[in-house]
Nanobody, 120 residues
């Protein structure tokens, strides 16, 4: 079993910053790609940012230049630094990890989500 636990969400004014963390634990041999997704009320879930094992990243166009994804492979943790936040960044942010387990099977796991609310 693998668990992902997120932290760092909250309420912030437009223009402010937040840093999200997501720590993976459990039956892990290695973690491949990790990513952050968000879902706003009435909208579909969207990929915000993703990072590969080697550190290559990709971002949604709407967050480029404002958000930075990073990871600490020793801690099995992924971060999302969010700057210059806008009201449209409001939503539930969930992390995802592509995990290789010790028995060499592979699966995708999700965190429980953390609420980010940006007031105007």
């Amino acid at each position: 079993q693998v668990q992902l636990v997120e932290s760092g969400g909250g309420l912030v004014q437009a223009g402010g910053s937040l840093r999200l963390s997501c720590a993976a634990s459990g039956s892990i041999f290695s973690i491949n790609a990790m990513g952050w997704y968000r879902q706003a009320p009435g909208k579909q879930r969207e990929l915000v940012a993703a990072i590969a094992t080697g550190g290559s990243t990709n971002y949604a166009d709407s967050v480029k230049g404002r958000f930075t994804i990073s990871r600490d492979n020793a801690k099995n943790t992924v971060y999302l630094q969010m700057n210059s936040l806008k009201p449209e960044d409001t939503g539930v942010y969930r992390c995802n990890a592509d995990v290789t387990r010790p028995n060499w099977t592979r699966g995708g796991y999700w965190g429980q989500g953390t609420q980010v609310t940006v007031s105007s």
